[in-house]
């Protein structure tokens, strides 16, 4: 990054009130379903969690279980549904990732989700729901893993995600960019992992981009892939309709490459008119900063 300021940007809680001590919180998996051997890591989140005061609530179909058929789009969405009717539960972390999640999609009661006011939290494949949930029923949803808190980064993430729910702090959510293209964009966030927001391209859950910031990072793909992901992008009009892109981390090709050849390939098919920034704080790092999307936001260089 050779060019602009370094700068700042903090999407905060909004009117969307804190937490409580002693509220619950539902531990969903939408996605693909975890690992035997991931138990520990979801116990040593549990003890986290509850040492915060935050009472975690696990979905009954996070684990593969060899005995048994996977569930179902319509069974994993009937799952979901459950914690969103549920009055005792005040926040949904899905711990997942991987492909399926948009299999639930046609299954989900949008209504019943607009009325909840509860935000959903996930990343990676979960942009198809919350990019879903957002367009559907206008909530706010959040592109971060909660799993961060028992990473590599862990005492880090947890200090800045209690104060963030608890007392509406501004750390988890602010992070530091650069722009690559123009000075300036404001808008109101939309996007995610661009494989799996793609996913949603011609379909009802597809978010309307006009003057909205886009945001795209990824973990997998190399240089042909992120020029699969940018065409179709530009093939869509995406370009055209948003106020600006904002670049998270694109794990594969910046360890192969650089993180300057993806904001080359970005500049060459997004054209020189949108503004773009590129952050190095959001994406599927257990270093990763919180997105609220759906949240107005304000860049400038």
Known sequence: ???????????????????????????????????????????????????????????????????????????????????????????????????????????????????????????????????????????EAVLYQVKNLVGAHGETQQNAFEQYLFQGSEELTRFSYQFIQKSSMEGVTAGGNIRCLLKLAGTAYWPDLRGKILILEALGGKREQLITYLSQLKQLGAFEQAAGILLGTFTTIEKEESAEAVCQLVRYFAGSEIPVAKTQEVGHGEDSKAVVMGRYMELAG
């Open 1 to 139: 990054m050779k060019t602009a300021q370094q700068k700042d940007i903090y999407l905060g809680m909004g009117e969307s009130r804190s937490m409580k001590k002693g509220e619950k919180a539902a531990i969903v998996c939408c996605s693909n379903q975890r690992s035997q051997s991931e138990r520990g890591t979801l116990k040593r989140l549990d003890q986290v969690l509850r040492s915060m005061g935050v009472i975690p609530v696990f979905s009954d179909r996070i684990y593969k279980d060899p005995e048994e058929r996977r569930p179902t789009g319509k069974e994993r969405a009937g799952e979901l549904m459950k914690f969103y009717q549920d009055d005792s539960i005040r926040e949904i972390f899905d711990i997942s990732g991987g492909d399926i999640a948009n299999e639930i999609l046609p299954y989900l009661d949008y209504e019943a989700i607009a009325d909840s006011g509860k935000r959903f939290w996930g990343y990676s494949d979960l942009t198809t729901v919350i990019n879903a949930i957002q367009h559907r029923t206008g909530n």
